[in-house]
T-cell receptor, first 112, second 115 residues
Framework: GENVEQHPSTLSVQEGDSAVIKCTYS??????FPWYKQELGKRPQLIID?????GEKKDQRIAVTLNKTAKHFSLHITETQPEDSAVYFC???????????FGDGTTLTVKP | GAGVSQSPRYKVAKRGQDVALRCDPI?????LFWYQQALGQGPEFLTY????????KSGLPSDRFFAERPEGSVSTLKIQRTQQEDSAVYLC?????????????FGPGTRLTVT
């Protein structure tokens, strides 16, 4: 089955700096890669996703890149703000299947 | 509009009791997912429905776990003879299409504590 590894497990940055979180996956048939943000005690929220037919996607301060050959994808957050502090999860799945495999999460702390 | 809702939000069960967790997805969403999230970990897949059809139940940890979505909207996750290792947050999620690839909108979760 699919295995997703995420790192780092914790990340601390100064407000205004950039943050990068990386994930690798094992199943070359996976073609959908979403990222979720989960604030303490809250539900996960889908913040951005990428499908395997594109290499990069941007939405304001966040972007995701995908390297299919190397089987890894990354989340980039620029101009970080204290409200970006949360746990971020990557996931991998196939678009015609229901099962998503999640990484173990990265706790991002943005210091004002 | 209303998002995904789950009830109860908190459930305490004595070991051996049966529990039923309810999920109300966003109206019209075809896909419905159940995940289990232990403290400090990522969600673990349990099962997936497309309308009323349960297409994948490979993540259910044992035959004590059962899920249904009989009319293609509300879903119930039932756990029989609860054990302490069942303690976790159970998340429900839905997506509009059947080919989205993953959960789009999560509910707030049900925190189950087995004593």
């Amino acid at each position: 089955g699919e295995n997703v590894e995420q790192h780092p497990s914790t990340l601390s940055v100064q407000e205004g700096d950039s943050a990068v979180i990386k994930c690798t996956y094992s199943d070359s048939a996976s073609n959908y890669f979403p990222w979720y943000k989960q604030e303490l005690g809250k539900r996960p929220q889908l913040i951005i996703d990428i499908r395997s037919n594109v290499g990069e996607k941007k939405d304001q301060r966040i972007a995701v890149t995908l390297n299919k050959t190397a089987k890894h994808f990354s989340l980039h957050i620029t101009e970080t703000q204290p409200e970006d502090s949360a746990v971020y999860f990557c996931a991998a799945s196939k678009t015609n299947a229901g099962k998503s495999t999640f990484g173990d999460g990265t706790t991002l702390t943005v210091k004002p | 509009g209303a998002g995904v809702s789950q009830s109860p939000r908190y459930k305490v069960a004595k070991r051996g009791q049966d529990v039923a967790l309810r999920c109300d997805p966003i109206s019209g969403h075809v896909s419905l997912f159940w995940y289990q999230q232990a403290l400090g970990q990522g969600p673990e897949f349990l099962t997936y429905f497309q309308n009323e059809a349960q297409l994948d139940k490979s993540g259910l940890p044992s035959d004590r776990f059962f899920a249904e979505r009989p009319e293609g909207s509300v879903s119930t996750l039932k756990i029989q003879r609860t054990q302490q290792e069942d303690s976790a947050v159970y998340l429900c999620a839905s997506s509009f299409s059947g080919t989205s690839g993953g959960p789009g909108y999560f509910g707030p979760g049900t925190r189950l504590t087995v004593t």
